[in-house]
């Protein structure tokens, strides 16, 4: 082979993760790994509504896999990861192609959800945070002490404390409207986008966001108001 066909081969589209289009299907995929998890982990968390027991035993259960949640864990890391680090350097990259910012700044054929979308992602990865070392570790725990196996009492003890709650509940918002425009923006980085079915995915990422938005939050509500004790 002739080095002049070598250094075409070399010379050509930029590989895959360093390209654009690359990191948007990063993103998607990444996304949808983690919206996966957002569904299940919220099927779970309703168990509350269903008492002491219940909740328990779903807790127990996870914590009975033992080993077989690291592989879980670590894919999820993972995933959170390549999705942050993608949205980084695309957000660097599109503030390179265009170092002068307009003048006037207008939101033409953007939604809020999608105008936040950069910074509403670390907000959400510190309340991850402190939602584990809450919740899941126990090591804060504002308000009442925590118990290892019994679920039901620390979530209760915990969204008991009223800005915990209200962290809770902001965080949670966010991450609704994250994945407002996240859904439906997933099919336009793989391709799949169309005129006709795009106006569909927005409403259909908007009633998903909606209802996991409201089921997560009615937890912490529920507490504060009393309905759950």
């Known amino acids: 082979m002739s080095t002049t066909a070598v250094g075409l081969r070399e010379n050509r589209a930029p590989g895959f993760w360093q390209s654009t289009n690359g990191k948007k299907v990063v993103m998607a995929v990444t996304g949808a790994v983690m919206f996966a998890f957002i569904i299940g982990h919220l099927a779970g968390n309703l168990q509350v509504f269903e008492g002491p027991a219940k909740l328990n035993a ?3 259960l996870l914590h009975s896999l033992g080993e077989l949640l690291w592989p879980v864990r670590i894919i999820l890391l993972l995933c959170i990861g390549l999705h942050i680090t993608a949205t980084v350097q695309l957000a660097l ?4 192609a265009r170092p002068v910012e ?17 910074w509403s992602g670390p907000i959400i ?13 126990g090591y804060i725990h504002p308000g009442a002490a925590y118990i290892e196996g019994d679920v039901y ?3 209760v003890s915990g969204f008991q404390v009223w800005w915990v709650s209200v962290w809770y509940i902001f965080a949670v918002s966010l991450l609704g409207l994250h994945l407002r425009h996240g859904f439906w923006s997933m099919f336009q980085s ?3 986008n169309h005129p006709r079915h795009t106006p569909m995915l927005k409403k259909l990422a908007l009633v998903l966001a ?3 938005t409201l089921g997560y939050i009615s937890i912490p509500l529920s507490v504060l ?4 004790k």
Do not use: C
């Not at 307009?102 to 950069?118: D, L, P």
């Open 153 to 155: 009492h620390n979530v």
């Open 225 to 228: 108001a009393g309905f759950v």
């Open 190 to 192: 793989i391709g799949l």
């Open 93 to 96: 990259r599109n503030k390179a």
């Open 210 to 212: 909606l209802l996991i």
């Open 58 to 60: 779903y807790g127990n």
């Open 125 to 137: 990865l510190a309340f991850v945070i402190f939602h584990l070392l809450h919740l899941t570790a």
């Open 102 to 118: 307009y003048a006037a700044k207008k939101s033409i054929n953007s939604t809020y959800a999608s105008r936040t979308m950069y």
